[in-house]
């Protein structure tokens, strides 16, 4: 399917550019378009949007993605709650840790997305122009508009600024190539292209940067990822009840599937959790699990105080976890003399941590405190203890 390339203009509407041999087409008329622009990208001035690099060290991308908020949030004027972050592709190629990012408040984006689905093109890509730029050191002079990447940063400009705001960009720089001659005679360098005279001359540049690979970072990424439809085509043709027991065959296959995948997962999780504590508490036992529940169970055992099963307040300790965001369990200690589990937990904030202990004693038959807790690097590190409420 060829792509289409578009860009928003000031008052909303937008150009479309089709590939029509070695130029491109461009019009305001949706030609070429598929169903919900899911062929489309659509850029953006970037005016709103910061371009930023960070060394991001990740095993996986799914880390990446949630170091990446962290990596970039003292570069920010606005709260880290209240703005996107969208991480570049990863180049398995490079080995450096240098990922490129792009930050956009939440409300602009949002504005921006129900503009090109009031448009039908709900699946449509957008791009902020100046995360296309050649790499190196580079600005791009365009109707009203300054692109620019310097130092591993792209940005867009107001022209309006003024001079002096461009040469104290430029000034650390000394390799810039400058597209524009307004641009080149304001730095007092010889500019290399014209740049963009026009906004659907900036859009064919820009759409053969893309054309050609050249790569960028789509915004369009976690919550403002676009939605795929069901696509009913093929059970239109069913009579009415068969179709809707099939759509319900195949939800109950999948959410059985899902939910058969997370129970495995999570029984290993627990299973070796147990095993930890069990081998510490009791190592006369050599962590026998199904020993020790014997043991605590048995009115002739040596135990006093009651406690809650082993596996159960594991669980309900690894509940309490998995419902606040980025908490994780770093080890986990049993004293079998004072009938206390002891847990060393990680978690985002202090406020984090303390909302782990509030859900841990909300629960029937178990008390939680928080001892020692500090900061460790992005994470806060807390001590918990938990044991039965008397």
Same mark, same amino acid.
């Given at each position: 399917m060829a792509r289409v390339y578009g860009f928003l203009q000031p008052d909303g509407s937008l150009l479309m550019a089709r590939r029509q041999g070695d130029s491109w087409a461009v019009t305001s008329q949706q030609k070429g378009v598929e169903g919900r622009g899911s062929n489309m990208v659509v850029f953006i001035n970037g005016l709103d949007v910061l371009g930023l690099s960070a060394t991001i060290p990740a095993r996986n991308e799914k880390e990446a993605l949630k170091a990446a908020p962290f990596a970039v949030e003292d570069e920010l004027a606005d709260n880290i709650?209240?703005?996107?972050?969208?991480?570049?592709?990863?180049?398995?190629?490079? /080995? @450096? &840790?240098?990922?490129? %990012?792009?930050?956009?408040?939440? /409300? @602009? &984006?949002?504005?921006? %997305?129900?503009?090109?689905?009031?448009?039908? &093109?709900?699946?449509?890509?957008?791009?902020?122009?100046?995360?296309? &730029?050649?790499?190196?050191n580079v600005l791009y002079e365009a109707p009203g508009l300054i692109l620019g990447r310097l130092g591993g940063r792209s940005f867009a400009l107001d022209p309006t600024l003024g001079r002096d705001v461009l040469v104290r960009l430029a000034d650390p720089f000394e390799d810039i190539l400058i597209h524009g001659d307004q641009l080149g005679r304001a730095l007092g360098q010889t500019a290399v292209t014209e740049g963009a005279q026009t906004l659907p001359a900036l859009l064919s540049q820009l759409a053969t940067w893309a054309d050609a690979g050249q790569p960028y970072i789509g915004l369009r990424k976690g919550g403002f990822e676009a939605v795929q439809p069901l696509d009913l085509e093929a059970i239109g043709r069913w009579k009415f009840a068969g179709a809707i027991a099939a759509v319900t065959a195949i939800g109950w296959f999948g959410s059985m599937v899902l939910e058969t995948n997370a129970m495995n997962t999570r029984a290993e999780a627990l299973n070796a959790l147990?095993?930890?504590?069990?081998?510490?508490?009791?190592?006369?036992l050599s962590g026998d699990v199904n020993e020790i529940l014997s043991l605590s169970r048995s009115s002739t055992s040596d135990i006093t105080q009651p406690f809650l099963g082993l596996l159960d307040a594991t669980a309900i300790l690894y509940d309490a976890l998995g419902q606040v965001e980025g908490s994780e369990l770093r080890t986990l200690r049993y004293d079998r003399a004072r009938r206390q589990m002891t847990a060393s937990v990680a978690c985002e904030s202090f406020a984090d941590l303390d909302r782990v202990t509030g859900i841990l004693n909300a629960t029937t038959g178990l008390s939680a405190r928080s001892g020692d807790a500090r900061q460790s690097g992005e994470k806060v590190i807390g001590d918990l203890t938990l044991e039965s409420a008397s």
């Open positions: 709650e209240n703005s996107h972050v969208a991480l570049a592709e990863l180049d398995k190629s490079v /080995t @450096t &840790l240098q990922r490129q %990012i792009n930050v956009i408040a939440k /409300t @602009t &984006l949002a504005q921006i %997305i129900d503009l090109l689905v009031e448009r039908g &093109l709900d699946e449509a890509e957008l791009v902020a122009a100046h995360s296309i &730029l050649p790499p190196g147990a095993g930890e504590f069990a081998q510490a508490g009791w190592p006369e």
